[in-house]
């Protein structure tokens, strides 16, 4: 009997120690449970907080004017509708969410004003992107995730957000935003960023999760990369583009050919895809960013900028309360023309600044204008833009 339980101890402890070393190891890795935080990178000194911009969890630049575009809520809208992180409390939600502009050089905002927006309830803005037009140059298409309340009578916790994407066509220096469409569909399961066409007509977009709620939503996205990337044509209807990933969250697109980048933020990696004629993505590569990362952009050199979460835990606290500090880095992805490049090492990631908080703080937009040397720095949670010179 003694020697049966030895056994079973023996065969306890080796199945413990395995399952430490391939999940609860490497997830405890990934949060950042023993990373130390080095402050390094930015100068409070070259930094400006403009706090009139708060909870702004996109931002976009338009690189011929300078001029940057921001998805905002409130603070308080913020820790009660958030769909991505499974908060609806639709009662505390915003009813002016807003898309603004922010000129660097005069440090002047506009709250862009909403035209033919003709909706049975206010926005609830998330993800977005900002495209010049292929047809005209002063012309830009507004790509908007909503994530709207359902239906009367419907609980949110159970059914989730009526989620959809909003298309909107403004030009610089205009202080509206017309609206087109609005595209509802299927595929449009929880939405989390978009990359629209120039000709305002086409768009990717992420699904963070397999499933709008439920209990075991996140242990499914985990287990079975059950996040995708769906694909809309305004004429031709919505389709899954890509399937088996896991959290996807941020996507742009690069600026001279048809490569989109998918940041996922629970496989701590950025995949690679090239668009198919059939407007499906074939994945050529996956670079492994170290930490979570959520929105993605591209500079003028074609370099990707990521919003990482060094201290991940940190960042659930921060969107229960703003005030809480949330350690940030800003991560650089660009072609590897080193002598690993053989390896099939396309691409290098370099951790550009990592900051406790203190200056920049909870954010998941990290924009470069690499003309200006200036970068950009907003949060789904936080309490103020963040302008640094480079």
């Known amino acids: 009997m003694a020697n049966i339980l030895v056994t079973a101890l023996c065969v306890s402890g080796m199945i413990l120690a395995m399952l430490y070393q391939m999940y609860l190891n490497p997830l405890m890795k990934l949060f950042g449970v023993f990373h130390t935080v080095q402050t390094f990178g930015l100068e409070e000194s070259s930094c400006k907080k403009i706090p009139e911009l708060q909870a702004c969890e996109k931002i976009v630049l338009h690189q011929p004017s300078g001029i940057l575009y921001l998805a905002c809520s409130s603070l308080e809208s913020r820790t009660n509708w958030i769909p991505a992180m499974e908060r609806f409390n639709a009662q505390g939600r915003s009813d002016n969410d807003y898309v603004a502009t922010f000129d660097p050089n005069t440090l002047k905002i506009t709250r862009l004003e909403f035209k033919n927006?003709?909706?049975?309830?206010?926005?609830?803005?998330?993800?977005?992107?900002?495209?010049?037009?292929?047809f005209h140059a002063d012309e830009l298409y507004v790509y908007l995730v909503n994530h709207r309340t359902p239906p009367a009578g419907q609980d949110a916790t159970v059914v989730g957000a009526d989620s959809v994407i909003e298309l909107f066509k403004t030009t610089v220096s205009s202080k509206r935003l017309t609206h087109l469409r609005t595209i509802r569909d299927p595929t449009i399961i929880t939405p989390n960023d978009v990359s629209g066409q120039a000709d305002g007509k086409g768009f990717f977009f992420t699904n963070d999760h397999g499933m709008k709620t439920g209990f075991a939503r996140d242990l499914r996205d985990i287990l079975f990369s059950t996040s995708s990337v769906g694909y809309c044509h305004l004429d031709r209807?919505?389709?899954?583009?890509?399937?088996?990933?896991?959290?996807?969250?941020?996507?742009?697109?690069?600026?001279?050919?048809?490569?989109?980048?998918?940041?996922?933020?629970?496989?701590?990696k950025i995949i690679v895809f090239e668009r198919q004629a059939n407007d499906s993505l074939l994945m050529t590569e996956t670079t492994p960013t170290g930490h979570p990362?959520?929105?993605?952009?591209?500079?003028s050199d074609g370099t990707i900028w990521a919003a990482a979460f060094p201290k991940s835990l940190a960042v659930i606290e921060h969107?229960?309360?703003?005030?809480?500090?949330?350690?940030?880095?800003?991560?650089?992805?660009?072609?590897?023309?080193?002598?690993?490049?053989?390896?099939g090492e396309k691409h290098k990631v370099e951790k550009v600044f990592e900051d406790d908080g203190r200056i920049v703080s909870g954010s998941t937009s990290v924009v470069h204008d690499s003309e200006r040397n200036l970068l950009f720095m907003h949060g789904v949670t936080a309490s103020y833009l963040t302008m640094c010179h480079i």
Do not use: E, R, W
């Open 117 to 134: 927006f003709n909706s049975d309830q206010p926005i609830s803005v998330h993800g977005m992107d900002v495209v010049p037009s292929a």
């Open 319 to 343: 969107m229960k309360n703003s005030s809480y500090l949330s350690p940030v880095s800003a991560l650089k992805i660009y072609a590897n023309s080193g002598s690993n490049l053989i390896y």
């Open 237 to 268: 209807g919505c389709k899954v583009a890509a399937s088996g990933l896991m959290h996807g969250n941020g996507i742009v697109k690069a600026p001279s050919n048809d490569t989109i980048y998918v940041g996922s933020a629970v496989g701590a």
């Open 293 to 299: 990362i959520d929105n993605l952009s591209v500079d």
